[in-house]
């Protein structure tokens, strides 16, 4: 048990990514690609939820955008060593997320929990830290801690959190506020993080340690905790 407040709300921020149609929506290109977006479509409720016990706790609140590069520019982008091992689509961006699609966008439940204070990170890549402004924008928010949600587990997420341990920053993972269509590897990337890369925690403790630095009352919602573990 620890004797101190876990999160310090003038160096802590929440750190949602990608959850957007593309990944979350029973319509959007996961799922229309034949992936199994239920788990991705859970936590939509609990990441809700983490969103609404960081403003109350006067954490700043970035979201990450993956945009993907239309069909034509992806045709230049092919990678010699998969084509010589016979996966020629490996290494070549997704056919979702397309800027400027519905795909794009932030799902309707968390576009509505959106604030005209929050930061918006748009990343080309796995990690919301190559090639964005997300390193800069921690260093002038002077930010040393970030609690992470979002998708997917074994991409995007740990991709980021690494870059995060990288930059040695303290990373808390909701564990019930990530996912994926992939189960196992949900999971394995869960164990990675929290034994070499953060820690996971559930997110009804994240907003246990909130509530002890948050103004006014204890936070309430009407959003019902979802997700898997």
Request: net charge negative.
């Amino acid at each position: 048990m620890h004797t101190r407040n876990l999160f310090d709300a003038r160096d802590t921020a929440l750190l949602v990514v990608d959850m957007q149609n593309a990944f979350c929506a029973t319509d959007g290109g996961f799922a229309k690609a034949g992936r199994d977006v239920t788990a991705q479509h859970a936590i939509i409720p609990t990441v809700v939820r983490l969103v609404e016990a960081a403003r109350h706790a006067g954490l700043p609140v970035i979201w990450t955008i993956q945009e993907n590069l239309s069909a034509d520019d992806r045709a230049a982008l092919g990678r010699r060593l998969p084509y010589r091992l016979g996966r020629p689509n490996a290494g070549i961006p997704e056919p979702w997320c397309i800027r400027d699609s519905r795909d794009a966008e932030l799902v309707d439940a968390l576009r509505a929990e959106q604030r005209v204070e929050d930061h918006v990170v748009r990343k080309l890549r796995m990690s919301a830290f190559y090639s964005t402004t997300l390193d800069a924008l921690l260093r002038i928010r002077e930010i040393q801690t970030l609690v992470v949600a979002g998708v997917n587990t074994e991409k995007c997420i740990e991709s980021t959190v690494r870059e995060a341990f990288f930059r040695d920053l303290d990373v808390v993972v909701a564990g019930d506020a990530v996912a994926t269509s992939d189960r196992s590897f949900h999971e394995d990337s869960l164990r990675k993080i929290d034994l070499y890369f953060g820690a996971v925690m559930r997110t009804e403790a994240i907003v246990a340690e909130l509530e002890t630095i948050a103004p006014g009352q204890p936070i309430r919602s009407g959003a019902t905790l979802g997700g898997s573990p």
